[in-house]
T-cell receptor
Framework: GESVGLHLPTLSVQEGDNSIINCAYS??????FIWYKQESGKGPQFIID?????DKRQGQRVTVLLNKTVKHLSLQIAATQPGDSAVYFC?????????????FGQGTELSVKP | EAQVTQNPRYLITVTGKKLTVTCSQN?????MSWYRQDPGLGLRQIYY???????DKGDVPEGYKVSRKEKRNFPLILESPSPNQTSLYFC????????????FGPGTRLTVL
């Protein structure tokens, strides 16, 4: 079946530094990808998305890079702040035989040190 | 305010006692979905619905039922809860299936004794 993996389960960064969270996916047919942020005790919250016809998309302090050749996504957070501490999930869209659902990885926990 | 609401937020129950977790969205979304989240396993889809009266199994449907009689509501039913259904449950909705952002509810923490 399809799978989503993350290179690191935890990431610790200093406040003000840039963070990079990586994600590998298995389905080469995935054409839509979302990054979610989940704070403790809350539901996942949309951060940014990207479609497969793009290789980079920027939001406010966040950038997502997509490398379809190696099936890899990354989320870059600039000037990381304590409020960025959370678990981050990448979610590629599954294949058509799965109703086009989003496939969630296990997440990377980002800790920001003051 | 556009949102997905779930009730109850917390529930402790006993094995075998039927329960329903409600989910409602006010965004006129067609697609709705239920997930459970367990430590080390991430978010796993239980059931999803493409539209009214259209539901289908996700990855872990055993022990659960759903219904979609109205567009805004998508209740999750546990006919005979068991301890292995102790988990954190999230309802989500989106305009369409997978090709657009899914909005998540605040979660329901269920404990089955």
């Amino acid at each position: 079946g399809e799978s989503v993996g993350l290179h690191l389960p935890t990431l610790s960064v200093q406040e003000g530094d840039n963070s990079i969270i990586n994600c590998a996916y298995s389905n080469s047919a995935s054409d839509y990808f979302i990054w979610y942020k989940q704070e403790s005790g809350k539901g996942p919250q949309f951060i940014i998305d990207i479609r497969s016809n793009m290789d980079k998309r920027q939001g406010q302090r966040v950038t997502v890079l997509l490398n379809k050749t190696v099936k890899h996504l990354s989320l870059q957070i600039a000037a990381t702040q304590p409020g960025d501490s959370a678990v981050y999930f990448c979610a590629p869209k599954g294949g058509n035989n799965q109703g086009g659902k989003l496939i969630f990885g296990q997440g990377t926990e980002l800790s920001v040190k003051p | 305010e556009a949102q997905v609401t779930q009730n109850p937020r917390y529930l402790i129950t006993v094995t075998g006692k039927k329960l329903t977790v409600t989910c409602s969205q006010n965004m006129n979304h067609e697609y709705m979905s239920w997930y459970r989240q367990d430590p080390g396993l991430g978010l796993r889809q239980i059931y999803y619905s493409m539209n009214v009266e259209v539901t289908d199994k996700g990855d872990v449907p055993e022990g659960y039922k759903v219904s979609r009689k109205e567009k805004r509501n998508f209740p999750l039913i546990l006919e005979s809860p068991s301890p292995n259904q102790t988990s954190l449950y999230f309802c989500a909705s989106s305009l369409s299936s997978g090709g657009s952002e899914q909005f998540f509810g605040p979660g329901t923490r269920l404990t089955v004794l």
